[in-house]
């Protein structure tokens, strides 16, 4: 079964609010976690590693302020997407361990 | 740095026919690598992983993929395609020399078409 699950599996928001997902190891404790973020027919670009218990490490091109990352557990990372604007639209994912990935969740912003 | 292409963005191929895939990747140290696959406005469906032993990998779905190190490549293969194999196929590199919790990096991404 999943090992990794992630809340919401979609949602739709109007430009400006901010949107929190989810993401949960299930069976096991994960230190670190990572957010991927996939625009439509293209490939899952690695955003941030959520570090449990420390700031999140953000790869080159990624606001942290926009996409603020929390990892207050060791069974959950959450990505919030702050201010979101319809460029924001996208399907994002996380993993938690090797090989081990959530479902996605589908980011719409009207 | 860690990266891996996927030098063909589709491939075409009749049910029956044998499938490949191509992979190469780029690493300095010893990789783990990976296959998935994700169907459309789905996730990601773990196929197969290199970590060490038998260069020959078998995954789910009749899959399966060789390491050649030399060639630094981990080619996706399947003896007889079927329709329903048609998707689009991410293959994937970690580094070996840090430990599980270290990042994963993707690849452009093919796209299978099995035509009946």
């Known amino acids: 079964g999943a090992v990794v699950s992630q809340h919401p599996s979609w949602v739709i928001c109007k430009s400006g609010t901010s949107v929190k997902i989810e993401c949960r190891s299930l069976d096991f404790q994960a230190t670190t976690m990572f957010w991927y973020r996939q625009f439509p027919k293209q490939s899952l670009m690695l955003m941030a590693t959520?570090?449990?218990?420390?700031?999140?490490?953000?790869e080159q091109g990624v606001e942290k302020d926009k996409f603020l990352i929390n990892h207050a557990s060791l069974t959950l990372s959450t990505l919030t997407v702050t201010s979101a604007h319809p460029e924001d639209s996208s399907f994002y994912i996380c993993?938690?361990?090797?090989?081990?990935f959530g479902p996605g969740t589908r980011l719409t912003v009207l | 740095a860690q990266s891996v292409a996927q030098p063909e963005d589709q491939v075409n191929v009749a049910e029956g026919n044998p499938l490949t895939v191509k992979c190469t990747y780029s690493?300095?140290?010893?990789?783990?690598l990976f296959w998935y696959v994700q169907y459309p406005n789905r996730g990601l469906q773990f196929l197969l992983k290199y970590i060490t032993g038998d260069n020959l990998v078998k995954g789910s779905y009749g899959f399966e993929a060789e390491f050649n190190k030399s060639q630094t490549s981990f080619h996706l293969k399947k003896p007889s395609a079927l329709v329903s194999d048609s998707a689009l196929y991410f293959c994937?590199?970690?580094?070996?020399?840090?430990?599980?919790?270290?990042?994963?990096?993707f690849g452009s991404g093919t796209r299978l078409s099995i035509r009946p």
């Open positions: 690493v300095s140290g010893n990789p783990y």
């Open positions: 994937a590199v970690r580094d070996s020399r840090y430990s599980s919790a270290s990042k994963i990096i």
């Open positions: 959520s570090n449990e218990g420390s700031k999140a490490t953000y």
């Open positions: 993993s938690a361990r090797d090989g081990d």
